[in-house]
């Protein structure tokens, strides 16, 4: 009786080749806080290390001669709005006199302006108010995100000047990883490009990125070209500096083919690996013949063959261990 078998032609298949690049993680973002203006340091309300919300007080300044002079304007602003009410009042009175023809034309137009000019002052002391309340709001150096205070540069009762340094905060919920990819694969890589990220301390754990930046210009002390990552899913185990993994992986385009057989298509007796290829003879009929391949990797899909095997030959994927070197056989494709 003929044994049936099943066979497979061997074809090329896109080689996925796995590279790793060393990074470091970083946050996405990064605010150096100051004030908009100078003076002594009142209170700090953070500590390196804390965490803080969007709007949350970090420090503030000594205002008391900035509260003085907005309630001065204040006293300023009520002041020229009862005048400009008042010169209202008189216009109104001395229009409706000259209407009657009982006020003569100059004390008309004097009275038009007294209210003009009370007015303009009213309007710009209102305008000087409001500056100075906007002014005082910059005596708070408030949170301009939610994130992780990482530094803290002043103490209480310092005098800081405008835009010096006051603390650093990182965002939380935004990690990055930036790496260098070295000429020959940096042609590669396109913004948008998948990748995973692994980390020594969490070895049996990769998490997604994606490429947010690729330099065009290399470094000059690595000579590698600068690429930028988003983490997605990043916990609080992850934080800025630590070393990370970059995996990318690279598909026929970047790495070439390779043959793939089968894992049940390859057999291993005292002298190494084998196949049985198949020799047709006709209908539906033929006569399987030993073959020693060198193996590859194993990857889901099967064995790599290195050598051995050519694009186009037929070799047998089941039952392998039933054959032997010529025997015929009823062939059955896969």
């Known amino acids: 009786m003929i044994r049936p078998v099943r066979f497979k032609v061997v074809t090329e298949a896109p080689i996925q080749v796995e590279r790793r690049f060393s990074g470091i993680t970083k946050a996405g973002e990064v605010v150096r806080m100051s004030f908009r203006t100078g003076g002594k340091v009142e209170t700090l309300e953070v500590a390196v290390g804390d965490r803080v919300r969007l709007g949350q007080v970090i420090a503030t300044l000594d205002n008391r001669d900035a509260r003085l002079n907005l309630e001065k304007a204040l006293v300023a602003l009520e002041n020229s709005r ?19 023809n009982n006020e003569p034309l100059s004390e008309y137009e004097k009275a038009r302006d007294s209210y003009a000019n009370a007015s303009a002052t009213y309007n710009a002391d209102k305008r000087g108010a409001q500056l100075l309340k906007r002014e005082l709001a910059y005596y708070t150096l408030t949170a301009p995100m939610d994130g992780i205070i990482t530094s803290r540069v002043v103490e209480a009762n310092e005098n800081v000047s405008s835009g010096q340094e006051v603390a650093v905060i990182q965002s939380s919920d935004s990690i990055e990883v930036e790496t260098g990819i ?38 000059k002390e690595t000579h590698t070209y600068p690429v930028t990552l988003s983490m997605e899913g990043a916990g609080a185990d992850i934080r800025p ?21 089968s894992a049940h298509a390859v057999a291993k007796d ?11 003879t006709g209908k539906g009929e033929g006569v399987v013949r030993k073959r020693r391949v060198t193996v590859g990797r194993m990857i889901t899909e099967g064995f790599e063959i290195a050598s051995g095997l050519q694009v186009g030959e037929k070799v047998v ?18």
């Open 317 to 334: 994927t089941a039952g392998v261990s039933f054959l032997t070197d010529g025997k015929k056989v009823k062939l059955i494709s896969q």
């Open 82 to 100: 009862i005048q400009s009410e008042n010169a209202r009042s008189n216009l109104n009175r001395v229009r409706a006199l000259y209407e009657n």
């Open 270 to 280: 005292y002298d190494g690996y084998f196949v049985y290829t198949v020799e047709e």
């Open 241 to 261: 500096g630590m070393p990370a993994s970059v995996i990318f992986e690279f598909d026929k385009n970047v790495a070439g083919t390779m043959l793939l057989v």
């Open 182 to 219: 070295p000429e020959l694969w940096i042609p590669h890589i396109r913004r948008g490009q998948a990748v995973s990220i692994a980390y020594p301390s969490m070895p049996e754990t990769r998490f997604e990125g994606r490429v947010t930046e690729v330099a065009f210009e290399s470094d």
